[in-house]
């Protein structure tokens, strides 16, 4: 028998990525080296966005010996030399189907992420690990070439294929010299410079080099950006150590929003929380609950109203912002329209409370409190559209009288009584109650939804104390309450609970 | 104007003797077929032979100077009745489909070709999808070439083997006056690789050589007694003829190895998973020497019996390796050894999986137990089984090591696409007028059933959205409503659905997606199709091959026009289309030319423009991250691909953020979906202005001076609040 032997690659990449380019310059490279070559794919649906692979194998000709191979046409466990991922999930999936083993593979995988519909649909945090698919990678692989080829590909200004390229050739893998690599992009004849210099920066990397690090513009600066001094005292004074930065963050966020008083208010709520804390064990626990609270206090303080929502969209450094990310060039001008629909609840937010109360009430009896939303493009970068916007934002003096400011810092209490009482009895309890701050957030009806779930999870606190262990208990509502948009998964959970305190 | 153009790869066509082709499966296909002179092709696109198709269109110009008669056909039944041309006539053909689908649709003219019987050879090439990445049903071509008996060529897949099978394929047909199939598998119509190549031949009959006086034959037609005769026929004639055509002329092979008293016998598609297999386990070579004796059937109908008993006979056991179910190979050859008095065990099913693609992995763990359990003569089992434990503990290691599943990334619309819209309508709709039954159909819109929207109740076949709704519809509270494609509706839909309902006065509504092409195969071109691309949208158009045109001449009363991304406006008419008091069908065009056809016609356009020095307005969406709270209600409502998350920056938080990335193309669903479903303020619209004119630049520095004096008496009041 013949001691010859393929060299197997396999191409995992997202549908529409252009690999099936990659592979047909891989098939140029290796038919141009005069080796035998293969190479086949799956056509189709896959090919409109979902995971695809292309499988390319090469052989050298051996010497005298013009019989041709029988090559393989799919990818086996066990049997692959390269295998090349587009994307860190995608060389998860590899690792997971055995394409990469320890004796012969060298995984060959951009970083960067593109998140799974079900990981980015999830309604608070669904991404998956990466670091376990990076664990994974550095046992099961021969070797590994893994580096953000994205960012890389925009520095070079190409696309990831040229980057993945490189890194193949850079990885001294394949039975080919560096020319005929390029030569194949050269013979692809699109966009063969840019490809090149992608190419050049995926082999260097392969090579070993690191990328250009981004330079370390954050400057050390002893101003802590509160510009009050009483704060900064209060914050160093009150506050353990591990809380200071996050409490200053919090502080500076809500002198943005409403001005010093609102944070010094701020402060108010926080301290009694952390004293509570500390009584309860917090020391050697990382102040835990004092942490979620320092963190999802602020956020909340900051509700997103129709004032804060114009503050923010009227910001020079917004459209500064906006410039960079839409890539416009300096003498580009870039118009940005906004869509806003604000319906009864939104201006009757304004309101002072009785009003604003009266004003919904009449619009439910109508019947027309969700079906008034007037639908608005809004050009803040023309000054018909400034102007509405920038006199909304002025009126934050206002705010603290308005109906909306009166109802959240109601559930605000609520919360912090809520947690206040769950650290006398479970501290793991009173984290996770901390924690499900975050589910009062969004706009309209993901708003409603919102304070709907906080009030159903405030209520079953009682039960979950009678469960065992409550924490979990109470986990499991909140993951349950952030499961789904229509509150169904909730709703089940509360039922299950309830169902499981009466049979104990 | 397809999404693959094969304009320079066809001129390999013209090559000849003595030259080398270097290409694609399906390209190869077209050339034997050129080769083997045909006079007429045809087919229906559909993965995995969609390509071939492409390949025949642009090769009109090679193919005419040949006389060959290029069919865009209709339906697969239409492709399948087109080689009635052979039934009389000296003259061959061939059409493609994509199977088992296709062939279902075909099969009613399959039929009676098959009882007709041929004169000239007809070749039908079937793209089997089957296995990883199918979209369809799974289920095996081979049921209907034992039904009809038609011969079915199943060749070793590389391109010399691929083409002799066509070529021999002709002969075959000929030689049993039966027409042939030529099953490919998904992965081996686009297997790249090399062949020597034969000049084309032309057809004995062709459009550059007419046949000049029709013939007729009573014993051609299919109507009793012809019938009867005609299966008699089948039985006493055509069968023998072509299992003595396949034995002479050695259509199937026999590889020899030293462990002679075990064997594999193998669909030719198999063959070189069985040779990798053993190769991995260390019993064959990279050039398929493999110490196990190998029966490759390149014919899997019919079998040849004395050459399946010829090779079982000295053997204690064989392998069966036949993928998909039920396994009518391992049962077939089970019963000509048993007839024959051959006593060698037939292993096969249960070794390897009785259902399901034949993948490496597959094939691999069939091919060690086999071998486990066989113990060939001369084979030192204790290293092949070593190497076969080595891999599966190695992948066990890999999923242990991972801890949680990788999640599955299924197909989906893509960025911009103009079907995306309609079901976030629908998806909106559903909060006003109460969920209703969809009645879903096949194209690029049935993945409107995964993620995020899981819209679609049923899925019945090509065309048939409407026709699945006429139970259903009459039982449901509310109205159902069925979704087709333009491709589908032409296929069969207008007849089948929309005639079929107007006749039957159904009450119902119907979204027909308007984007001008048979998108999910590579934008063919359909009826409907504009030259040039772009869609017929809007008002009555006044000729072509219009839908509303075609919807008016069958009756249909109740017509609306609406663009698929005024995301209010689908909704205002699925609304008015739910609840009117008018009975029958409503029928909603929804327009939105395939945004990947779009852009591919309009990029090369735009930065020509740009070169020139013109103005160009570019649109994108991007979200705010500040404003974005991290619920990610959107992306559930869109899915698009460049609608994505990233982590967010700010420290008090901890959900990542809605972010769009730089491959959006400005659709704007965006937009259209916050103010529908009245979101969140956090989206923004940018129109960049590419090449700006004096009074761009001029009303820009107005804005900006005005602007930044406000946003600075801001910032000083942001400085007091904070003092």
Redesign the interface.
């Known amino acids: 028998?013949?001691?010859?032997?393929?060299t197997t690659v396999l191409i995992a990449a997202?549908?529409?990525e252009g690999g099936g380019v990659l592979a047909g310059w891989l098939?140029d490279a290796a038919?141009g080296a005069g080796h035998w070559?293969?190479?086949?794919?799956?056509?189709?649906?896959?090919?409109?966005?979902?995971?695809?692979t292309y499988?390319i194998e090469i052989?050298e000709r051996p010497e005298g010996?013009d019989?041709?191979?029988?090559?393989?046409?799919?990818?086996?466990?066990?049997?692959v030399d390269v295998m090349v991922a587009s994307e860190l999930?995608?060389a998860?999936?590899a690792?997971?189907?055995?394409f990469?083993?320890?004796?012969r593979t060298t995984l060959i995988a951009s970083t960067h992420r593109?998140?799974?519909?079900?990981?980015?649909?999830?309604?608070?945090?669904g991404?998956?690990?990466a670091e376990?698919?990076r664990?994974?990678a550095e046992?099961?692989a021969a070797r590994q070439v893994l580096f953000d080829m994205q960012a890389e590909a925009e520095r070079a200004n190409t696309v990831i294929n040229a980057v993945l390229f490189g890194a193949m050739a850079g990885a001294n893998v394949l039975p080919l010299p560096r020319e005929a690599f390029e030569d194949a992009i050269r013979s692809g004849g699109i966009a063969v410079e840019a490809n090149l210099a992608g190419f050049d920066l995926g082999f260097r990397m392969a090579q070993g080099e690191r990328p250009a690090g981004k330079k370390d513009t954050t400057a050390v600066s002893d101003d802590d950006g509160?510009?009050?001094r009483t704060l900064t005292d209060r914050i160093n004074r009150n506050l353990p150590g591990m809380l200071q930065e996050?409490a200053r963050?919090?502080a500076r966020?809500l002198?943005?929003y409403?001005?010093?008083g609102y944070a010094r208010f701020y402060l108010d709520r926080l301290e009694p929380m952390v004293k509570a804390d500390a009584v309860r064990g917090g020391t050697s626990r990382s102040f835990a609950v004092s942490r979620e609270v320092t963190?999802?206090l602020?956020?909340w303080m900051a509700f997103?109203d129709l004032i804060r929502?114009a503050?923010?969209?009227?910001?020079?450094e917004?459209v500064a912002r906006?410039r960079a990310?839409?890539?416009?060039?300096a003498?580009?001008?870039?118009?940005?329209?906004?869509?806003?629909?604000p319906?009864v609840d939104e201006v009757a937010s304004l309101l002072p409370p009785a009003l604003g109360r009266w004003a919904i009430g009449l619009a439910d009896r109508a019947g027309v409190r969700y079906r008034l939303?007037v639908?608005m493009?809004v050009s803040t970068?023309?000054?018909r559209g400034?102007?509405p916007m920038?006199l909304l934002?002025?009126l934050?003096g206002w705010r603290p009288r308005t109906l909306r400011f009166a109802e959240e810092q109601e559930r605000i209490d609520r919360w912090l009584a809520v947690i206040s009482d769950a650290l006398e009895a479970d501290y793991d309890l009173a984290r996770e109650i901390a924690v499900a701050g975050?589910v009062v957030?969004?706009?309209?009806?993901?708003h409603r939804r919102?304070i709907r779930n906080f009030h159903l999870l405030m209520d079953a606190v009682p039960a979950c104390k009678a469960a065992r262990p409550p924490a979990r208990a109470f986990r499991t509502l909140l993951d349950a309450a952030l499961s789904d948009?229509e509150g169904d998964a909730l709703d089940r959970a509360l039922a299950a609970l309830h169902g499981e305190n009466a049979a104990a | 104007m397809a999404e693959r153009s094969f304009k320079k790869e066809v001129e390999l066509l013209r090559l000849g003797d003595g030259d080398t082709f270097e290409g694609e499966g399906i390209l190869a296909v077209t050339k034997a077929l050129l080769q083997s002179g045909v006079s007429y092709v045809g087919g229906y696109q559909g993965a995995p032979v969609s390509h071939l198709m492409d390949v025949l269109n642009d090769a009109r110009p090679i193919m005419h100077e040949l006389g060959v008669h290029v069919e865009t056909c209709a339906s697969e039944a239409g492709a399948a009745a087109m080689l009635g041309a052979s039934v009389n006539y000296p003259v061959r053909g061939a059409a493609t489909w994509k199977s088992t689908v296709g062939t279902n649709v075909a099969s009613d003219a399959l039929s009676n070709l098959a009882s007709a019987g041929v004169t000239g050879g007809a070749m039908i090439v079937i793209g089997e999808d089957y296995g990883e990445g199918s979209s369809i049903i799974q289920e095996r071509s081979h049921a209907f070439a034992m039904k009809s008996q038609i011969w079915l060529l199943d060749p070793r897949p590389n391109l010399p083997s691929i083409v002799k099978m066509v070529e021999q394929g002709f002969e075959l047909s000929e030689a049993s006056s039966t027409p042939v199939m030529l099953e490919l598998r998904i992965r081996a119509c686009h297997v790249h690789g090399r062949f020597a190549t034969k000049d084309n031949r032309r057809g004995t009959f062709s459009g550059q050589n007419r046949i000049a006086d029709p013939s007729f034959d009573y014993g051609r037609i299919c109507l009793p007694p012809a019938t009867y005769v005609q299966e008699k026929d089948k039985i006493e004639r055509r069968w023998p003829a072509a299992v003595n055509f396949i034995r002479d002329h050695d259509m199937n092979e026999v590889f020899h190895g030293s462990a002679d008293d075990v064997g594999i016998v193998c669909q030719g598609g198999m063959y070189n998973a069985v040779i990798r297999a053993l190769q991995q386990v260390g019993l064959a070579d990279a050039f398929g020497e493999s110490a196990i004796p190998i029966y490759c059937l390149n014919v899997t109908y019919p079998l040849v019996p004395s050459e399946v008993t010829a090779f079982c006979a000295s053997k204690r056991a064989v392998l069966m390796v036949e993928e998909g179910q039920p396994a009518y190979l391992e049962e077939a050859v089970n019963a000509i050894l048993r007839k024959s008095d051959v006593q060698t065990r037939v292993m096969g099913k249960g070794l390897l999986p009785t259902a399901g693609e034949y993948t490496g992995e597959a094939v691999l763990h069939g091919v060690a137990r086999f071998v486990e359990g066989a113990v060939p003569k001369g084979v030192d089992l204790a290293p092949v089984l070593q190497r076969y434990q080595q891999i599966v503990d190695a992948k066990a290691k890999a999923v242990r090591l991972l801890g949680e599943p990788i999640p599955t990334r299924p197909p989906g619309f893509c960025t911009g696409c103009p079907e995306r819209p309609v079901f976030s309508a629908m998806k909106l709709a559903e909060q006003k007028v109460g969920k209703f039954h969809v009645s879903a159909d096949i194209g690029c819109h049935t993945f409107s059933t995964l993620p995020p929207f899981n819209i679609g109740n049923t899925v019945l076949g090509y065309g048939l959205g409407l026709a699945s709704s006429t139970g259903i519809g009459p039982n449901m509270d509310r109205r159902v409503v069925s979704v087709m494609g333009d491709g589908g509706f032409w296929h069969n839909g207008l007849t089948s659905g929309v005639a079929n309902a107007v006749f039957n006065d159904d009450d119902g509504v119907l979204v027909i997606m308007n984007n001008g092409y048979t998108s999910a195969t590579g934008h063919q071109a359909i009826p409907s199709s504009v030259k040039g691309g772009g869609i017929r949208s809007g008002a009555f158009q006044p000729d072509g091959q219009d839908i509303e045109r075609a919807l008016r001449g069958v009756g249909v009363k109740w017509i609306r026009h609406v663009r698929t991304y005024s995301v209010s406006k689908v909704i205002g008419t699925l609304r008015d289309a739910m609840t009117t008091k008018r009975g029958g069908l409503k029928v909603i065009i929804a327009d939105g030319e395939c945004q990947l056809a779009r852009q591919r016609r309009i990029r090369p356009e735009v930065s020509a423009k740009v070169k020139a020095g013109n103005r160009v307005v570019r649109t994108r969406f991007g979200v705010d991250e500040d404003v974005c709270t991290g619920d990610h209600s959107c992306i559930r409502l869109s899915g698009c691909p460049s609608l994505s998350v990233k982590p967010t920056s700010d420290p008090l938080r901890d959900d990542p953020v809605a972010h769009v990335n730089n491959d959006c193309v400005g659709c704007g669903l965006c937009g259209e979906v916050s103010h529908a479903a009245v979101l969140c303020p956090s989206f923004f619209k940018a129109d960049i202005v590419r090449n700006p004119g004096r009074l761009d630049r001029w009303r820009q520095g107005l804005r900006d001076r005005v602007i930044s004096r406000l946003s600075r008496s801001s910032d000083a009041t942001r400085q007091e609040n904070a003092a």
Not at chain 1, 311 to 316: A, E, G, T, V
Request: proline letters at 5%; charged letters at 30%.
């Open positions: 028998m013949s001691e010859s032997r393929t997202l549908g529409g098939v038919g070559v293969q190479q086949t794919s799956i056509p189709g649906v896959a090919q409109r966005t979902g995971a695809t499988y052989m010996d019989r041709q191979p029988v090559m393989g046409l799919t990818a086996s466990p066990g049997n999930l995608e998860g999936r690792l997971e189907n055995g990469v083993t320890p004796d593109i998140y799974a519909i079900a990981e980015k649909s999830a309604m608070a945090d991404r998956y690990d376990r698919v664990r994974a046992q099961m509160l510009g009050d996050l963050e919090g966020r002198i943005d409403q001005g010093v963190r999802r602020a956020v997103e929502v503050d923010l969209k009227i910001r020079p917004r906006v990310e839409v890539k416009a060039a003498d580009e001008p870039v118009m940005i329209t906004e869509f806003l629909k319906g939303n639908g493009h970068t023309r000054i400034f102007l920038w934002s002025r934050k975050k957030r969004g706009y309209s009806d993901t919102g948009p």
